[in-house]
């Protein structure tokens, strides 16, 4: 993806790449290190558990193995989307969340750009996903892996043909797709929800696919000064005042 980005690049970038990369790795290592220590104690447990009890929707259909896994990575894909609504609607989460968006820039690393507590804050809502549909830890394993691909793959600053774009969009999230999502206009970043297939954003009419790349700037407006995002300022954001997040001033 990085030599996709620097061969064909979708967007000027602001910052210098290796600082920026650097930050952005810093966060999700610590971010990593709470994954790794939460999944293990508490989701797969839960996971072993609702399996042995058979509880969940999937328990009470008999479809092939491979329907099941589709179904299991349709549903959790779609759940997915209220979470990360919620997680720009409810301030709470915003306080988390925003650590993503303040990224001045977007490329593959920001992928990685999550805050701990975000990743700490979706293990009860991965349980609840995993409990109601029923899902099983290869089922869970298998969506996640293709999730990461396409986080990757979407926050990429690779310019693809517009024809290959604007077939693959209906199909997932793109580049050009979530770097709407990524604009410093609260407008445009309230949309484009999706994280790996893009038919939620087209049922729940939040799909927005009509902002040129050339006026977009990536960020949040309060947090313009690069002073603002360093790697020490962006770990204590949630826990700060609160700006007036979509102002400059």
Not at 130 to 143: R, S
Not at 164 to 180: A, C, D, Q, S
Not at 201 to 226: K, M, N
């Amino acid at each position: 993806m990085l030599l996709g980005e620097w061969a064909a690049p979708l967007r000027a970038t602001v910052e210098p790449k290796v600082r920026r990369i650097a930050r952005n790795l810093s966060t999700g290592a610590v971010s990593l290190v709470i994954a790794n220590l939460l999944h293990p104690l508490l989701l797969l447990p839960l996971v072993a558990w609702a399996q042995r009890e058979r509880i969940g929707l999937l328990h009470y259909v008999h479809w092939p193995r491979w329907a099941e896994l589709l179904a299991v990575v349709v549903l959790l894909d779609y759940t997915l989307w209220w979470w990360h609504w919620a997680n720009h609607r409810v301030p709470f989460f915003w306080r988390f969340h925003l650590v993503h968006h303040v990224d001045r820039d977007l490329d593959t690393s920001t992928a990685l750009r999550f805050h701990f507590g975000e990743l700490a804050l979706s293990i009860p809502f991965r349980a609840l996903q995993v409990v109601v549909i029923g899902v099983d830890a290869h089922g869970l394993w298998l969506w996640q892996t293709i999730l990461f691909a396409s986080i990757l793959f979407h926050h990429s600053n690779i310019r693809l043909p517009a024809r290959v774009e604007r077939f693959l969009v209906r199909l997932i999230v793109t580049p050009r797709m979530h770097g709407i999502h990524h604009s410093d206009v609260a407008g445009q970043t309230n949309s484009n929800w999706s994280s790996l297939l893009s038919a939620w954003d087209f049922v729940h009419g939040t799909s927005r696919l009509d902002v040129p790349q050339e006026s977009i700037r990536i960020g949040v407006p309060a947090y313009d000064d690069p002073d603002d995002v360093t790697l020490g300022k962006i770990l204590a954001l949630p826990f700060r005042h609160p700006r007036n997040d979509w102002s400059r001033t």
